[in-house]
């Protein structure tokens, strides 16, 4: 798994690391001739054969240089016999011109080629998290033996999944349900970017620490579930110095953050270019030797896990061969898709009925393996997504997800609302039935949230959808940072002193970025009168309640603060805020936090427990200190406030008698008089 910020070479290292190799039909002045090829990074290099000794020539893909061109069917080349082959070109307009023409066995591998050219040639961005299945051979650096192959090359192949995590904010908050703790993950950072590199680094580890266990050793074996390794990037970049002692200084610094977030397992450092290849082969053996050495690496799968991938296998073929002919016959009318590759797990069980004796719980380790591997998603952890399986992950990380972030739809998400309308723009491929289902998925995986909820006018379907369109919804990746002073605009550092005001912090040892949205996403449902940012939330009752929650992601840090007029109402507030934040926190179980205040006399931050003892002094004996924070904490209700709350209604009584007392006395000889003229003018008239 390759996590990292964005554009910081994640997507380019994969390629350095996992070259693309084949044999391909190469095309010079009409003549066909078979070689073997290796894509690695930029560069093509064309071998005599697949023991890779002889290099013929190698073409360097520089950026916008050079133009692919798929050759269509009718350029299907009969190169032998009667055989089709598939092809491609690759043309360079600017001096010195070239026009090279491949061609490939198969559609399969030609598309393999093309995704690849075409993702260098454009230097896109990763949207979701590509997977791709790899085969490899673990070897060592450079023993070669008499053959020229190198030793161990034959030995052993593994099947790897490689997860490619997009860079960009937009995902950060759903990442951690793809993180499997069977994995190596290469954490990358930029070197040239100095400590913002550094803290991109830290976000990322900071992540991981809490979703991955502690101890990484699994218990049987000894041997490791997962390892990380630390990539920096750019190697080559002109301001980097390459000397032993800067090397040095640099992994000082990623170890003391090691250090800071407590993380002990073993860690590689290592510094990379892929532009020139500079310690990539260094790199390959490393991760090569690590995730041989895994504690499940030739581990033995039951035959029923087998059994049950095959089913998914069948049914995600089954699924690409109906959307085929959606596609073609246009079968639903509207050329939009109306299924999509997700299964309830008790029908998958019903599925599995003619295959065999499967036992439900058999099914979910099973399922919870293949996940693992790549093959399908299913989220058991999750209370909300345990009883489905996405057969076809591609479908969740790509088509549902990345759509969503394009850039182009930014414009849907002002400060993180979207009006549920834009969906269909966004999932247009998808039939109207669909994108509520769809949204659902993605309001379990914490991508967005509907705001309230929407009236439900009758109980026809079609009713219902429509509603759901009016809605409104939170996608919380989008919503913007307000800082301190634009936050004063709405809650005032100076509580007015008609109010009280009680505050509680909750100070954390390190807290994950998207538990902060969780948590705010969990408190907006106390009140729909609030207004959310992506660090904070406000509420506002009027005079009754006005309260701020405040997350710091700096100081690891979330602060309550709240006033209103009536203690009972602020205290029933800030229990139900505590109770929500923790209930988010269900889901981490390495993430704590203290609660307490901060003492305005000395700055520092005093204890909730150590408060309460407060109480047991007696109330002359108290310190200023102690009655400071005591009367912050909600702890208990002061005499000043009871005299607060008595001179509030107070003033309230006396408001009232005196408007109805002046509302009498002025308004009570005026009636009296009306009704006398009214009765003289009715006498008059009956005279
Ligand atoms: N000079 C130099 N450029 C690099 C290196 N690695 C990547 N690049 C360039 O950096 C840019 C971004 O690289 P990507 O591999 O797409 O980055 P990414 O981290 O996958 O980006 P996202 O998918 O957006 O998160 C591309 O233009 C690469 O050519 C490197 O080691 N040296
Ligand atoms: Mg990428």
Avoid at 110 to 116: A, E, G, L, S, Y
């Amino acid at each position: 798994m390759v996590v990292g910020y964005e554009r910081i070479g994640k997507t380019s290292l994969l390629d350095c690391l996992l070259p693309l190799t084949g044999f391909l039909y190469y095309t010079k002045n009409h003549k066909h001739k078979k070689y073997w090829f290796k894509f690695q990074g930029k560069y093509i290099h064309r071998f005599k054969d697949d023991s890779e000794n002889e290099l013929i020539d190698e073409i360097v893909l520089e950026n916008k240089q050079w133009k692919l061109n798929i050759l269509l069917n009718e350029k299907k080349k009969k190169i032998e016999g009667d055989k089709e082959y598939y092809g491609f070109e690759l043309i360079r307009d600017i001096k010195p011109k070239r026009r090279i023409e491949y061609y490939c066995e198969n559609e399969n591998e030609r598309n393999k080629w093309i995704d690849k050219l075409n993702r260098l040639i454009e230097n896109k961005s990763t949207h979701g998290i590509d997977i791709q299945n790899h085969k490899i051979k673990p070897k060592e650096k450079g023993n070669e033996n008499e053959n020229g192959k190198r030793e161990n090359e034959n030995e052993i192949e593994l099947d790897i999944s490689v997860w490619d995590f997009a860079g960009q904010h937009e995902y950060y908050n759903n990442h951690h349900h793809f993180l499997s703790t069977r994995s190596l993950f290469l954490v990358c950072w930029k070197i040239n970017e100095g400590e913002n590199g550094l803290n991109g680094l830290k976000f990322w580890l900071k992540s991981l620490k809490f979703h991955l266990n502690n101890d990484n050793l699994d218990k049987n074996t000894n041997k490791p579930l997962y390892s990380i390794f630390i990539v920096g990037t750019h190697l080559d970049h002109y301001s980097i110095n390459q000397d032993e002692q800067s090397i040095k200084e640099r992994r000082k610094k990623i170890q003391e953050i090691l250090k800071e977030l407590d993380i002990k397992f073993g860690i590689e450092i290592i510094e990379v270019s892929s532009m020139n290849l500079e310690n990539i082969e260094d790199l390959q053996v490393k991760i090569w030797n690590t995730i041989s050495n895994h504690s499940y690496m030739g581990e033995r799968v039951p035959s029923s896990y087998l059994s049950i991938n095959n089913e998914i296998q069948q049914m995600k073929h089954d699924f690409g061969m109906k959307k085929d002919q959606d596609e073609n016959g246009k079968e639903n009318g509207n050329g939009k898709e109306n299924e999509i590759p997700i299964i309830e797990l008790n029908k998958f069980e019903e599925r599995l009925k003619s295959k065999g004796n499967f036992n439900i719980e058999l099914i979910k380790r099973s399922l919870n393996l293949l996940t693992m591997w790549g093959e399908c998603g299913y989220f058991g952890e999750s209370n909300k997504l345990s009883d489905i399986l996405i057969y076809q992950l591609k479908f969740l990380t790509k088509q549902v997800m990345a759509e969503l972030f394009r850039p182009e739809f930014k414009i849907y998400f002002e400060n993180g609302i979207l009006e549920n309308i834009n969906l269909k723009q966004i999932w247009k491929d998808y039939s109207i039935e669909l994108i509520e289902q769809i949204f659902e998925l993605m309001e379990k995986f914490d991508v967005c949230f509907r705001i309230g909820e929407y009236q439900k006018v009758n109980q026809d379907e079609m009713e219902k959808m429509e509603d759901f369109f009016k809605g409104k919804s939170i996608i919380p990746s989008y919503l913007e940072m307000k800082t301190k002073e634009e936050i004063e605009e709405y809650f005032p550092n100076e509580c007015p002193n008609w109010m009280v005001e009680k505050s509680r912090i909750l100070k954390f040892e390190v807290i994950p970025e998207e538990l902060i949205s969780q948590i705010l996403i969990k408190v907006q449902s106390i009140n729909q009168e609030h207004l959310i940012w992506r660090n904070g939330i406000y509420f506002d009752e009027g005079v009754q309640l006005k309260c701020l929650l405040i997350c710091s992601i700096e100081f690891n840090q979330l602060e309550i603060r709240i006033r209103g007029i009536n203690f009972q109402i602020i205290k029933i507030f800030i229990d139900k805020m505590i109770q929500l934040i923790n209930e988010s926190l269900q889901k981490y179980p390495n993430v704590s936090y203290q609660q307490g205040l901060i003492s305005i006399q000395t700055q520092n931050f005093v204890l909730i427990e150590e408060i309460e003892k407060y109480l047991n002094i007696s109330i002359e004996k108290r310190t200023k200190e102690q009655i400071e924070l005591l009367n912050y904490s909600c702890l208990f209700q002061s005499q000043d406030e009871l005299g607060f709350l008595f001179s509030f209604f107070f003033f309230l009584f006396s408001f009232f008698f005196f408007f109805f007392f002046f509302f009498f006395f002025f308004t009570f000889p005026f009636f009296f008089t009306k009704i006398k003229n009214d009765n003289n003018n009715n006498n008059n008239n009956l005279k």
